[in-house]
């Protein structure tokens, strides 16, 4: 057996014995934290994937998961898909995420969240954390306890309160910019548009098309939630289940993950998908490869519903909602970068999104080498050099 075979052999061997680091490894995550108190009860995991271009933000879950291996797994993707979210936002931050493994119905208590804070905060800003699915502001209040590194809370608080309304506005924007691929114009005016779910994004969204002069159908599994956001929009309520295969211009999934799937993608009869909801494709390369060879433009979800995360990070540098509101009206110009990347490249939407914020981070990451003692975002090798000097 040659050196080389031997060295790759016991490589492989290694990489057997650890699993965790492969899975770190596989999609180049920098570091995982596990927290945990017994006293209170938390079992916590923040995952932090790539701090190139800033300090990693993302939500904090709470979910019953069923095993360790399970919320690895879970929050790996999730922080993951922060840093594209991130890199294609414009804005200067890394991507991360954490979950607390328990049930969110029984398992929160004061204790908890504040020894969760505490975990945050002695990653001194490294991770910066948001309200994810089972968080509410209370929750919040409690982790700020503890450390400055939350966003999300309270404006009371100094916070930025609900995300929503930015990121029904940014839905709006990034619709408009398929749109104008589409008809040649991104006024809405008389489009036919399907909405499901009439939740706080869609409630936002449906606002800003009616203004507009859309034709609007909604549909929710609470019948009264749909007719609340018909009454001022003249939407028309519609079964949850026809939603799909309505004769519309758009559909805009604004309730749950996974609504494009073998099931449903050959009931549209649509020109565009673009919603608010997270994780809509069910597979993302089958999915997206389908709606691509139908013909069918699809909004990649974690562009289009970024405003949720632009807001918060507004409060890095002092909340303002119009700023926010700016800044979410970008994601029209990013939206429609990507989909004239896909239609040179012929690849589906989601595959030319992830490719640009690559780029970008590959962009940003290039320009800390050049030296600067003063610039905020690439003044890494400035502090080393005073830090020696002091
Ligand atoms: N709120 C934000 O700022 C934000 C930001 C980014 C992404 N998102 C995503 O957008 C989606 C909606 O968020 P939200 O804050 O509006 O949540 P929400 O809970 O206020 O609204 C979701 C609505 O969907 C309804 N619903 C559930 N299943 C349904 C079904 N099968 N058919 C029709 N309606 C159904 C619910 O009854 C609810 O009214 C979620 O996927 C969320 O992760 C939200």
């Given at each position: 057996m040659s050196d080389t075979t031997a060295l790759l052999k016991k490589k492989r061997t290694m990489d057997k014995n650890f699993p965790v680091f492969n899975q770190l490894e596989s999609k180049e995550h920098e570091q995982v934290v596990l927290c945990s108190d017994p006293g209170s009860g938390l079992r916590a995991i923040i995952a932090i994937h790539?701090?190139?271009?800033?300090p990693a933000l993302g939500g904090l879950r709470m979910w019953p998961y069923q095993n360790e291996s399970e919320a690895l797994t879970d929050v790996l993707r999730l922080s993951r898909g922060m840093t594209y979210k991130a890199a294609l936002s414009g804005l200067n931050l890394g991507g991360g995420k954490a979950v607390i493994i328990g049930d969110p119905h029984k398992d929160k208590s004061e204790a908890l969240f504040r020894a969760f804070g505490r975990y945050i905060d002695g990653l001194g800003g490294r991770y910066i954390t948001a309200k994810d699915v089972g968080i509410n502001v209370q929750d919040m209040e409690w982790v700020h306890a503890e450390t400055k590194?939350?966003?999300?809370?309270p404006k009371i608080l100094g916070g930025s309160g609900d995300p929503s309304p930015v990121t029904g506005y940014g839905v709006f924007m990034g619709m408009k910019a398929c749109a104008r691929k589409v008809?040649?114009?991104?006024?809405?005016?008389?489009k036919r548009v399907a909405i499901q779910g009439a939740g706080q994004v869609a409630s936002f969204l449906a606002d800003y098309l009616s203004q507009e002069g859309a034709k609007l159908f909604i549909s929710d599994i609470y019948e009264e939630k749909a007719k609340k956001v018909a009454g001022r929009t003249k939407a028309e309520v519609v079964d949850p289940d026809e939603i799909y295969s309505l004769d519309a211009d758009i559909f805009s999934p604004c309730?749950?993950?996974?609504?494009?799937?073998d099931e449903t993608i050959d009931q549209f009869r649509v020109d565009i998908i673009a919603g608010g909801?997270?994780?809509?494709?069910?597979?993302e390369e089958k999915h997206g490869q389908m709606l691509l060879d139908r013909g069918i433009i699809y909004a990649p979800d974690y562009v289009i519903n970024a405003g949720g995360l632009i807001n918060v990070a507004g409060e890095l540098e002092g909340y303002d909602s119009e700023r926010a509101h700016n800044k979410a009206s970008k994601i029209y110009d990013t939206i429609l970068d990507i989909l004239n990347y896909s239609e040179e490249n012929q690849t589906p939407t989601f595959t030319s999104s992830n490719i640009l914020a690559e780029e970008r981070i590959k962009q940003i990451g290039r320009i800390d080498s050049i030296y600067s003692s003063?610039?905020?975002?690439?003044?890494r090798k400035g502090e080393v050099f005073l830090r020696n000097r002091g």
């Open positions: 790539d701090t190139t271009i800033g590194y939350v966003t999300g809370i008809y040649g114009s991104d006024s809405l005016e008389g309730a749950l993950g996974g609504v494009i799937n909801a997270n994780n809509v494709l069910d597979d003063s610039s905020r975002f690439s003044k």
